[in-house]
């Protein structure tokens, strides 16, 4: 059974920074996707970034780029999200998801989904 633990959310001030993590457990890093996606109060869940495969292909939303960087630890079976430079935009549930196969933010190709960490940015 696949389950995904998602920590790290927090309060930040804008400007801050957080990382969060996505403990997969029941799921190969390397066969498929795993994906980081959020969704603010009234809006619909968007993708954020996403790595896969045995060579770490690493995909991100144009408005996170230069500012998130994701990456992933196959020993602990874990994924990560640096987030620098965190602006208010930023805040929601982060969750993140595990595809097989490669896939970039097509949610129907995501089976598996965490329960969401809350960031929230503001001073």
């Known amino acids: 059974q696949v389950q995904l633990v998602e920590s790290g959310g927090g309060l930040v001030q804008p400007g801050g920074s957080l990382r969060l993590s996505c403990a997969a457990s029941?799921?190969?890093?390397?066969?498929?996707?795993i994906g980081w996606f959020r969704q603010a109060p009234g809006k619909e869940r968007e993708g954020v970034s996403c790595i896969s495969g045995r060579l770490y292909s690493t995909y991100y939303a144009d408005s996170v780029k230069g500012r998130f960087t994701i990456s992933r630890d196959n020993a602990k079976n874990t994924v990560y999200l640096q987030m620098n430079n965190l602006k208010p935009e930023d805040t929601a549930v982060y969750y993140c998801?595990?595809?097989?196969?490669?896939?970039?933010?097509?949610?129907?190709?995501?089976?598996?989904w965490g329960q969401g960490t809350q960031v929230t940015v503001s001073s």
């Open positions: 998801a595990a595809a097989t196969g490669r896939t970039h933010f097509d949610k129907r190709d995501y089976r598996y």
């Open positions: 029941g799921f190969t890093l390397d066969d498929g996707t």
